[in-house]
């Protein structure tokens, strides 16, 4: 056995000199001859995921082009020696470096004529596939003639190409179709959603799956990167033998789908049923899908030569559209929300407290216990206690059913939580999340009482919407410890973390939030402290001023049709039952008592008055709308509406068009977004454009209220403000900094 | 000879015989009977064998892993039917494949701490029937039947059944907590290893060879006779059959298709089987003229991941064992591993001879080194014997007794691995001749 393996290091050892002396060049790809299979490896070793950048496409067509030259080569793989990342896609700098829709277009042709010819390879290719295969690295893997993929949680496939306002531009939509089906294919490029292992393997996306290995006598990622190749170079060999067949005899319900889709009337059907769910989840104002729509109907209908055309135009116009601008600058502005700028703190956070066993409290538990972190769930009743528990329980259940966990790690999560009445453990807490009622003297009660049993280096962590920190801060014996973790309901889809520093809290401390946060798997902005911070502050104008347009006679059901028409995800009034009528009315007043008449707008009495009846929200089971369990139809609340009747506003019809409506509600929003910033309590407009999509559900398609400015002109939007501002005064005065903006055209709040 | 391992204060304890029925595969001759049936086999057949007059046992331990649910206390049913006295207690262990080994040290332990005197361990599989149950939604309707009152609310639950909660659930030789088979994990801890399709078949053609050899030459004396109700007496293992190399290679993986290496001829087979032993305080055994067939020394239990280091129990119960009686693996003349799968056997080989493995998974700063060959499993081992999951425990320790006393060795190492990721080794001396 000792010769064997002395001649495999010695055969691995003259391949690698050969590599060397004939390719001194080449960085990302790189091949290896194992008998009469090509082993082209990737590796872009100066970024943490592989993508099509310019230098690996100019590599990878050299290598190509040896491998087909090379008559002792009969089959290929492709593979990735980067762990976790087969090719996450296009690299998006190699897009945005483009000025014109052509240069984009030719981008795109380029990859076309590349995968084209990979497609029609003599010798066949194998995609081994571990790690992200995503967009461009999909189109790719899909344009190869055979697919393995690993089991491993880090392999995903899928086109989310749509989610940046683009389309697949390498044939993934001419390609996709004629793989998978029309439904299947829509489905990936639409939603942009990623695919696991298992279900691509049903898909028919990828032909062979391999496990992921444990220990052996490599490190578990190394060796299975390695099994991978090992089971790719014999599918190679299987395919160039033709052992394997290249095409799979299809099954009956697979043929006769076939058949139903020979008819162009079926065909018809499906792109106008899936235009029809497109325009009513988008309400037109993305243009992708559509676009997508519309090359997969050219593929298929005219042929190949109008499909390719139609993709690449379609990628090049797309890509100059400020929706995809905006979408493409939320990605980064994420990417960089999800790293810590404040460092690595001293200690990391290995026990954490939450006190309160509410909605929040719970969720907060929920993000915690599954990412290994012991948690303390204390509550000050058993009911409390049972209610938060099985929230968590329920949370994590559900994932079982979804099969993203096991009924094992379930168990093995829960085994974190701790449930308990008392401050029993506090004192070996590295953080405590207190999620109590929102009301400054309970807040205090609680951290002196907490601070009592706490040992010293413990961080203290409010998660408050709107009450000031330094307010909350004010009874604590340390001061710099304490700090604001803003969560968002419900904790456990909800992406967003906003943390509140006052001019006390220490850079460590704050280093640690963000850590923990991190770990929770949140998109984190830091903000400054003041009453309702960033996200709550840009919030409540835009509530008062949705209540005031309820006031003015504007049925809920219009009122969310106005607002879910630009963009917004969920419509004014939902978004008030759903925080809570209780909490709006709270922060109105807490706010409008911090800044006066500019919060005005609605009468707060009406809001006070649904209270009164009981009308907190959906919470309550009534608010704008009534709510049935299990039931989706919602009714509006007539009973809300006649208390409605008695706040009664007569409109200003010089200002009350439906674009008026929109605009008032959304200037008020953005202007206070801007007024943060020029204040300090944003740190820079990237984390004011994430707080708002991620945490407020501002339009994606605008891309954040800066964004917003930046494309649609600071200059009409204070235009239009100053014409609200006769009727309403200063609740609609522009700021200082947007009114600069407005003068300058040439400031941007984003390069 | 080398040292004794007798440790001052430690009391001596022997094995003094240990008998097995033959092992066959599942669903042939044995297919009729219930598994009390072939423990109570096994244990007649220790007390034919040894003479002993059954009211001289102080207890009985017994392992099981597919536990037929009329006889949970297997041992309690088996001891009543061999004609045991009815005031020796038993109990039922349940350990995976280190259940016997369980028993026994159970008994080791209740002697040691001068409980009892001498003790019947042993263990019993029997897979040509296993308990197959009605689906959790068809149970409960049927135990809510039992406690509704009116006709009315019978009618409605015999209403509520579909037919989906008519399908049965089958019970799977799978680990609980990965829902992942064992054969499934064997094959993927092969391929960590790198161990090939070939090493794997050749490893299996080598337990079958040697296992044929030994029982044509006699070797498997603990093997007793058996006269199956209805059937013919069974004196031998039917699972032996040595194949050659072309035809192993013709066999299609059996667990990850269609690259996997696992197959149905480098893998342990279903078996029905049953095994006993007696253990005795040296003192006693003397006392009562036996002349006993080995020390039962240091022994060990060790447990890891049970995902993706399921089988590797042997790695890292050897070296423990081995330090606990200030041996190294030098020192030891027999080793019987439990051979779970050929591919198993290769992988945990490869892990005892990495020292890289040792550092980086075990916490050690070096390797242990692998058994040499030519002391590892002479006579056959589980792939070819057959592995009925509890019994297997006692065999090996019998075995190691029978080769030290015919090669004249003075040390002898069991080890074996489990479901649940567990793992098991016991350091055996020859009594002197």
Redesign the interface.
């Known amino acids: 056995m000792a010769g064997v393996r002395a001649l495999g290091s010695l055969s691995r050892l003259t391949t690698r000199r050969y590599n060397l002396t004939m390719f001194p060049a080449r960085t990302h790809v790189n091949y290896e001859i194992k008998g009469d299979v090509a082993v082209i490896r990737m590796n872009d070793p100066s970024a943490r995921v592989n993508t099509l950048s310019v230098q690996m496409q100019r590599e990878m067509t050299e290598v190509m082009d040896e491998v087909w030259g090379n008559s002792a080569v009969q089959s290929v793989v492709l593979i990735s020696s980067k762990p976790g990342s087969f090719i996450a896609g296009a690299d998006l700098n190699m897009i945005q470096a483009c000025t014109t829709a052509e240069e984009v277009t030719l981008l795109s042709q380029e990859g076309q004529k590349m995968f084209e010819k990979i497609e029609k390879s003599p010798k066949p290719i194998v995609a081994a596939i571990n790690g992200s295969c995503l967009g461009g690295g999909l189109e790719f893997a899909i344009a190869c003639q055979y697919r393995i993929a690993t089991k491993s949680k880090k392999t995903v496939l899928g086109c989310p190409e749509v989610m940046l306002g683009l389309l697949p531009g390498a044939g993934g939509t001419q390609r996709l179709p004629k793989m998978l089906g029309l439904p299947s294919a829509f489905d990936m490029v639409l939603t942009g959603r990623s695919i696991r292992p298992d279900k691509a393997k049903k898909m028919g996306l990828v032909h062979q799956l391999v496990d992921t290995l444990g220990p052996g006598l490599k490190s578990p990622e190394e060796r299975t990167i390695e099994y991978l190749e090992e089971v790719a170079v014999e599918a190679a060999r299987g395919l160039a033998k033709k052992q394997i067949p290249l095409t799979k005899e299809k099954g009956l319900m697979q043929k006769i789908q076939d058949h139903v889709m020979s008819y162009p009337f079926v065909r018809q059907q499906i792109y106008n049923t899936v235009q029809k769910k497109v325009m009513k989840q988008t309400k037109g104002l993305y243009p992708a899908p559509l676009k997508i729509i519309e090359c997969v109907k050219a593929g298929l209908e005219q042929g190949p030569t109008a499909g390719y055309l139609a993709e690449s135009q379609n990628f090049g116009k797309l890509a100059m559209t400020p929706e995809s601008k905006a979408l493409i600058g939320l990605y980064h502005g994420q990417v960089t929300c999800k790293k810590n700028r404040f460092g690595t703190p001293e200690k990391e956070v290995k026990a954490l407290a939450v006190l309160g066993a509410g909605l929040m409290g719970a969720g907060i538990a929920q993000v915690s216990v599954d990412k290994g972190i012991h948690t303390i769930l204390k509550d000050t009743t058993l009911e409390g206690l049972s209610r938060g528990e099985q929230q968590v329980y329920k949370g994590l259940n559900d994932k079982t059913k979804k099969k993203s966990i096991t009924t094992f790690e379930r168990d093995s999560f829960l085994s974190n939580l701790t449930g308990q009445l008392d401050y029993n453990g506090f004192n070996k807490a590295d953080m405590v999340i207190e999620a109590v009622f929102e009301d400054l003297s309970i807040k205090h009660k609680v951290l002196k009482e907490v601070e009592a049993v706490i040992p010293p280096h413990c961080i203290f962590a409010t998660n408050t919407s709107a009450l000031p920190i330094k307010d909350i801060a004010a009874v604590s014996k340390r001061p710099e410890k304490v700090i604001g973790m803003h969560y968002f309901s419900p904790v456990d889809k909800m992406q967003l973390l906003e943390i509140i520093t006052t001019d006390k809290t220490s850079k460590d401390t704050t280093a640690s939030a963000v850590a923990v946060g991190l770990k929770q798997g949140k998109v984190i902005i830091v903000v400054g402290d003041g009453p309702g911070f960033y996200t709550t502050r840009c919030l409540a104008p835009m509530l008062a001023e949705a209540v005031r347009v309820l006031q003015e006679g504007v049925d809920p059901k219009k009122l969310d049709s106005l607002t879910t028409g630009f963009g917004f995800p969920v419509g004014a009034a939902t978004l008030a039952d759903e925080v809570g009528i209780d909490v709006a009315a709270h922060v109105a007043e807490d706010l409008g008592k911090a800044f006066g008449s500019r919060f005005g707008g609605g009468n707060i009495e009406f809001l006070k008055s649904m209270v009164d009846k009981g009308f907190k929200g959906r919470k309550s089971g009534k608010g704008c709308y009534i709510y049935q369990p299990g039931l989706k139809r919602r009714d509006v609340n007539t009973e809300a509406l006649e208390i409605l009747e008695s706040y009664k506003l007569t409109p200003n019809a010089a200002i009350s068009s439906d674009s008026d409506i929109q605009y008032r509600l959304v200037s008020r929003f953005v202007n206070e977004a801007v007024l943060c910033l020029q204040e300090g309590i944003l740190a820079n407009p990237v984390e004011g454009d994430i707080g708002a999509v991620f945490g407020l559900g501002f339009p994606p398609c605008l891309g954040g209220p800066f964004r917003f400015v930046d494309s649609f002109g600071a200059d009409k939007l204070v235009e239009k403000m100053r014409k609200f501002e006769e009727v309403f005064g200063n609740q609609f005065t522009p700021c200082q900094l947007l009114l600069d903006h407005a003068k300058d055209p040439s400031k941007k709040f984003h390069k | 000879i080398k040292k004794t391992l007798a440790k001052p204060g430690v009391k001596n304890i022997v094995l003094v015989d240990g008998v097995r029925t033959p092992f066959l595969q599942s669903g042939t001759i044995y297919a009729d009977l219930m598994p009390h049936d072939l423990a109570r086999a096994a244990l007649q057949g220790l007390l034919n064998r040894t003479g002993l007059p059954k009211d001289a046992v102080d207890y009985i331990v017994y392992g099981t892993v597919i536990q037929e649910v009329k006889t949970s206390n297997v041992a309690r049913e088996a001891a009543l039917g061999a004609g045991f006295s009815d005031k020796t207690p038993a109990h039922t262990v349940t350990m995976a494949c280190i259940s016997s080994n369980q028993a026994m040290t159970t008994a080791v332990g209740l002697i040691a701490a001068g409980q009892c005197d001498a003790v019947v361990a042993g263990g019993v599989e029997f897979m040509s029937d296993v308990p197959i149950r009605h689906s959790r939604r068809m149970r409960k309707t049927m135990l809510s039947l039992n406690k509704a009152k009116t006709l009315g609310a019978r009618l409605s639950l015999l209403g509520s059944i579909r037919l989906a909660h008519l399908a049965p659930e089958l019970p799977a030789v799978a680990e609980?907590?990965?829902?992942e088979t064992m054969g499934?994990s064997a094959?993927?801890?092969a391929?960590?290893?790198?161990v090939s399709r070939l090493e794997q078949d050749e490893f299996a053609l080598r337990s079958h060879t040697l296992a044929k050899k030994a029982q044509d030459s006699g070797l498997l004396s603990d093997v007793i006779s058996f006269k199956v109700p209805g059937k013919d007496i069974v004196s031998k293992d039917n699972g032996i059959r040595p194949s050659t190399m072309e035809q192993m290679a013709k066999l299609k993986p059996a667990f990850?298709k269609?690259?996997g290496t696992v197959t149905a001829a480098n893998s342990s087979f279903l078996t029905d089987g049953a095994s006993a032993v007696l253990i005795m305080s040296e003192e006693k055994a003397l006392a009562m003229g036996y002349k006993p067939k080995a020390y039962l020394r240091d022994f060990v239990y060790v447990s890891q991941?049970p995902?993706?280091?399921l089988l590797l129990g042997p790695t890292y119960a050897t070296p423990k064992v081995l330090e606990k009686s200030g041996l190294t693996l030098n020192d030891i003349d027999v080793f019987e591993f439990h051979e779970a799968f050929a591919g198993q056997i290769m992988?945990n080989l490869?892990?005892m001879e990495?020292d890289?493995?040792a550092q980086?998974?075990m916490g050690r700063k070096t390797k242990v080194g692998a058994p040499p060959m030519e002391k590892f499993n002479s006579w056959g081992g589980s792939l070819s014997l057959g592995h009925p999951f509890a019994a297997t425990g006692c065999r090996l320790v019998t075995t190691v007794a029978h080769r030290l006393q015919k090669e004249g060795g003075q040390y002898g190492l069991v080890a074996a691995c489990a479901a649940g990721g567990q793992g098991h080794a016991m350091v055996i001396e020859a009594y002197p001749q």
Request: charged content about 20%; aromatic content about 18%; glycine content about 4%.
């Open positions: 609980f907590s990965t829902a499934h094959d993927r801890l391929a960590a290893f790198g990850i269609p690259h991941d995902k993706d280091q992988a490869k892990a990495s890289w493995f980086t998974y």
